[in-house]
């Protein structure tokens, strides 16, 4: 059937749910938290559609219409205004944030570094990460107890800046973290500005701070930069593929200015979302014993009591469920959303240019036509013959079609990687029997830091292992 005959998708369609939610509820919610602006049917329908501020928002929870849309129909999606306006300044065009040509050079630029044998050599330095982790919480005078998703951050920041930075020269890796903090917490301003259409110029709380922090952190990539321009010498890491990188159309190679997008890119969305899903996994297996005593009794066979080793990773398998699991009930990237650039057919409807499409990745993995007893964690989802039984975009924390995530491959073997390091040798405990609640903000981070103590596992004798 060709395009022209459907009808445009509306509040009149059958089948589609409406959300009349006004502007001066969906807005406040969108600033504290854009989890809370989304409308509840969207977990429980199949697909909602709503208008804010004249524009048409369609909201899909329907895996084969994710499908429809994010893969068959990815030409006829963009990022979109709301997305660059949010992250542009701290990222500019970069893989995250790019569309079209410029986009694609850059995916087919780094795609060599986030190969399969590629990925494997960078596993002993997630593993010494770990380690490092596990030995500042076991020193000597050492508190009892961790703010788990800073731990996390820190450990994840280590592996990131090491494996595709080569190591953090000059940056104080202290400050570009809290820059990353400082410049995520006021999105959800940015996001109700531009949903409003409003100008990109107005003051909101914390805009000054995300401003410098952004800033910073530019200014310390640039100069990494510089000095790998001045001293171009051999390492074959994400900054060598960026500076090797030419335009298929054009020859042209990337300015600094492109590398930096790029550097800024990867190291906010390769440690923020990894550390998160870690944190989330540690705060839900300390209140679920069993499936915590089965991850233990799996390191422990694994590596028979030894140091981890890169060959042990891949064998974890239940470790890899507790993962997924968690990333099911707490999606790091929670939403994601794209802008029409032509109309496109979608369920049997016609969706026009200039609507946004939103795939509220939270609520497909809690949906109730979706998951028996979405609410209760069970790793046993993610166990072969379930798994292959569901529909692939049931279940899509790292997003779906071209632009899914690329760096999948590597936020799976780090987390397992850091699982083991730690579980090994650590119990972690939890203040209460409630979870904390989740925040969104760009990425899903418990509201409050969680406090965990740290006990050390008997039989662990705390050896202090390097790899070799
Ligand atoms: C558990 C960890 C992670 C989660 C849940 C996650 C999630 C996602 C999602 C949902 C997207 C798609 C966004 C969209 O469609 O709008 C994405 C894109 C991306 N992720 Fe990840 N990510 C994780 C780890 C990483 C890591 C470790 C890296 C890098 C080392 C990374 C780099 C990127 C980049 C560069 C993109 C943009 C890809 C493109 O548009 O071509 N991510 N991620």
């Not at 490092?132 to 005078?141: F, H, I, N, V």
């Not at 409003?198 to 805009?207: E, I, K, S, T, V």
Request: glycine share 6%; proline share 8%; aromatic share 6%.
């Amino acid at each position: 059937m060709s395009i022209e005959t459907l009808p445009w998708i509306s509040d009149q369609c059958p089948g589609v749910a409406v959300s009349r939610r006004s502007p001066l509820s969906v807005v406040p919610a969108l600033v504290r938290d854009p989890l809370q602006a989304l409308p509840p049917e969207i977990y429980r329908e199949p697909v909602v559609y709503s208008q804010v501020a004249g524009r048409r928002r369609i909201l899909l929870a329907d895996p084969a219409l994710i499908h429809e849309a994010l893969v068959r129909n990815a030409d006829a999606l963009n990022k979109g205004e709301d997305v660059r306006r949010a992250l542009g300044p701290a990222l500019g065009r970069g893989l995250l944030t790019a569309d079209g040509a410029h986009w694609r050079w850059q995916r087919q630029s780094v795609a060599p570094a986030f190969r399969h044998e590629k990925l494997l050599g960078l596993l002993p330095s997630m593993i010494a990460a770990a380690e490092k982790t596990r030995e500042r919480w076991l020193a000597p005078g050492a508190g009892a107890s961790v703010g788990i998703g800073r731990e996390m951050m820190r450990t994840t920041f280590d592996i990131i800046v090491d494996t595709m930075m080569s190591g953090p020269g000059e940056i104080d890796v202290a400050r570009v973290e809290r820059g990353i903090t400082d410049y995520l917490k006021p999105t959800g301003w940015v996001f109700a500005l531009s949903i409003l259409d409003l100008p990109d110029w107005l003051p909101y709380p914390g805009r000054r701070r995300a401003a410098a922090a952004a800033a910073y952190l530019r200014s310390s990539v640039t100069r990494m930069i510089a000095e790998r321009r001045r001293n171009p010498d051999g390492r074959e890491d994400l900054v060598a593929l960026l500076l090797a990188a030419s335009d298929p159309e054009s020859g042209r190679t990337m300015t600094d200015e492109e590398i930096a997008d790029n550097l800024l890119t990867f190291v906010t969305a390769g440690h923020e979302t990894t550390a998160l899903g870690l944190a989330w996994t540690f705060l839900l297996l300390a209140r679920h014993p069993e499936q915590e005593a089965r991850v233990v009794a799996e390191i422990d066979a694994v590596t028979q009591g030894g140091p981890v080793r890169p060959e042990h990773i891949g064998q974890l398998a239940y470790a890899r469920q507790v993962f997924s699991e968690a990333m099911r009930l707490y999606p790091p990237a929670p939403i994601i959303t794209r802008t029409a650039t032509r109309s496109f057919a979608l369920g049997g409807f016609r969706v026009p240019e200039g609507a946004v499409v939103i795939v509220p990745i939270h609520a497909v993995h809690h949906h109730a036509a979706l998951w028996t007893d979405p609410a209760r964690f069970d790793p046993e989802r993610f166990a072969p013959e379930p798994a292959k039984a569901r529909h692939r975009y049931a279940y899509m924390p790292f997003g779906a079609g071209p632009r899914i995530c690329i760096g999948s491959a590597f936020a799976t073997m780090e987390a397992v990687a850091i699982m083991a390091v730690l579980l090994q040798a650590v119990r972690l405990r939890a203040r209460s029997d409630a979870m904390p609640d989740p925040m969104m903000k760009v990425t899903l981070r418990p509201r409050r830091e969680a406090e965990m103590s740290v006990e050390r596992r008997h039989p662990f004798q705390g050896a202090v292992t390097q790899m070799s």
